[in-house]
């Protein structure tokens, strides 16, 4: 069974770049039927998808946040980051990274990723 876990700072100041790092063992994120993406929950709000990467590599971003996010991986290492830069107290979440339904297509719907990390509280303030 897949497993995934963030590991990153919990605290990030304003304007600086928030980076997590997701780790998954029990599948390869190189895995055709798959998407690997990254979800975040604010306080009080809905679950939001904020990017995926497929296993070919392809990258794909919400429209709100493209320009602020970057999604890589190292496939050696069975891992994928996120980096979301110029963060602002709005971005105070929990971060989850997640693995899609198999052969799935809609990568955007949160409800669609059936395995996600325990999650990790991130919280920007000065």
């Known amino acids: 069974q897949v497993q995934l876990q963030e590991s990153g700072p919990g605290l990030v100041k304003p304007s600086q770049t928030l980076s997590l790092t997701c780790t998954v063992s029990?599948?390869?994120?190189?895995?055709?039927?798959?998407?690997y993406g990254w979800l975040r929950q604010p306080p009080g709000k809905r679950l939001e998808w904020m990017g995926a990467?497929?296993?070919?590599?392809?990258?794909y971003y919400s429209p709100s946040l493209k320009s602020l996010t970057s999604i890589s991986r190292d496939t050696l290492k069975n891992q994928f980051s996120l980096q979301l830069s110029s963060v602002t107290p709005e971005d105070t979440a929990v971060y989850y990274c997640?693995?899609?339904?198999?052969?799935?297509?809609?990568?955007?719907?949160?409800?669609?990723?059936?395995?996600r990390g325990q999650g990790t509280q991130v919280t920007v303030s000065s």
């Open positions: 997640a693995r899609s339904r198999y052969g799935s297509s809609s990568y955007r719907d949160p409800n669609e990723y059936h395995y």
């Open positions: 990467i497929a296993g070919d590599g392809t990258t």
């Open positions: 029990g599948d390869s994120i190189t895995s055709k039927y798959y998407y």
